[in-house]
Structure formats: C-alpha cells, structure tokens
C-alpha cells in the first residue's frame, strides 16, 4: 500500500526530528553507545528498517557483530560495560514508559555513569530513535536500502525518505 511521504506532506515536521537527530550526533556522548541505543531501541519498537541501519553503522564503525547479535539479551552477557549497561537499562525504560515513569533506583544507577548533560543527552537519543522508528514503520521505510555511505548525506536521506 503506498503510504504518505510526510518530508513532503510536513517538511516542518522532518526539519524538527532532524534538529534532535543532528543534536545527539553532536552531543558528545561516544558513537558506539549511541547506535547501541538505536539499535536496542528499534529491536523494542520492531523497526526492522532502523534495526537494518544501525547495525550497519555499528560494524562500519567497528562494533563486534558478537556484541551486536546479544543485544536483546545484553543482561545475560559478559560484553558491556557498567555504562553501557546502563544506558541499555535507561534506554529500555524510555522506551517503554507507559504509565510507570523512571524508577528511582534506575535513574540512581545511571546517573553513577553519567553527568547531568550526560544524562540529558542519553534521554534525547533515546528519544530520537523511538521518533525515527514511529515514523519508519508507519511511513514504510524500505528495509535493506540503507547504506552506511549514506551517514554523510542529509540526515533525512540516511533514515530512508525522499526515496518513495
């Protein structure tokens, strides 16, 4: 079924999701621990065209396709580090929200890894990823077109729209 190319439809509305996409790349916070988010993030939401890109990111900028393939089970693997595992953690619970907020005791343990702006900033990737997974599964992003030659283009083409 064709869907509706919303960058045309609402260019205001691509400008607004590319401003936050533009600001995580930025932020300072490390680049294998962002797309570890992207990816954890698209696995919740089943995004299989988010999913398709940011485990390409993640091998072309050298993540181990071992830490990849035990993501959806990072609790029970050895390969993370405190921080990731917290951001992993943070990043489920942002995810899934609903009606019971952050937990204490989540938001205490991961503030021992990172600084407020850390913090912040962890939330807007987190925040981010599960916007660009909204708008790739009800927009059909089609899956395995996405390169990873493609991060240098504009942000909207890397997430798969203009292409329809």
Not at 28 to 43: F, T
């Given at each position: 079924?064709?869907?509706?190319?919303?960058?045309?439809?609402?260019?205001?509305?691509?400008?607004a999701i590319t401003g936050l996409e533009r600001y995580v790349r930025e932020c300072g916070l490390e680049k294998g621990l962002i797309e570890l988010i992207k990816i954890?993030?698209?696995?919740?939401?089943?995004?299989?065209?988010?999913?398709?890109?940011?485990?390409?990111?993640?091998?072309?900028?050298?993540?181990?396709?071992?830490?990849?393939?035990?993501?959806?089970?990072?609790?029970?693997?050895?390969?993370?580090?405190?921080?990731e595992r917290a951001a992993l953690e943070w990043t489920e619970v942002v995810t899934n929200i609903g009606r019971d907020g952050v937990p204490d005791g989540l938001y205490?343990?991961?503030?021992?890894?990172?600084?407020?702006?850390?913090?912040?900033?962890?939330?807007?990737?987190?925040?981010?990823?599960?916007?660009?997974?909204?708008?790739?599964?009800?927009?059909?992003?089609?899956?395995?077109?996405?390169?990873?030659?493609?991060?240098?283009?504009?942000?909207?083409?890397?997430?798969?729209?203009?292409?329809?």
């Amino acid at each position: 079924m064709k869907r509706i190319v919303y960058q045309h439809a609402a260019p205001d509305a691509l400008r607004a999701i590319t401003g936050l996409e533009r600001y995580v790349r930025e932020c300072g916070l490390e680049k294998g621990l962002i797309e570890l988010i992207k990816i954890r993030a698209s696995q919740i939401n089943g995004c299989a065209y988010c999913l398709d890109m940011h485990i390409k990111d993640a091998l072309a900028a050298g993540e181990t396709a071992q830490r990849i393939h035990l993501l959806s089970i990072w609790r029970e693997a050895p390969f993370y580090t405190k921080r990731e595992r917290a951001a992993l953690e943070w990043t489920e619970v942002v995810t899934n929200i609903g009606r019971d907020g952050v937990p204490d005791g989540l938001y205490k343990r991961t503030r021992e890894h990172f600084a407020e702006k850390e913090l912040v900033d962890l939330t807007m990737a987190v925040i981010t990823i599960n916007g660009w997974n909204r708008l790739a599964i009800c927009f059909g992003a089609e899956v395995g077109s996405y390169r990873p030659d493609l991060a240098t283009a504009p942000i909207a083409s890397a997430y798969g729209f203009g292409q329809q």
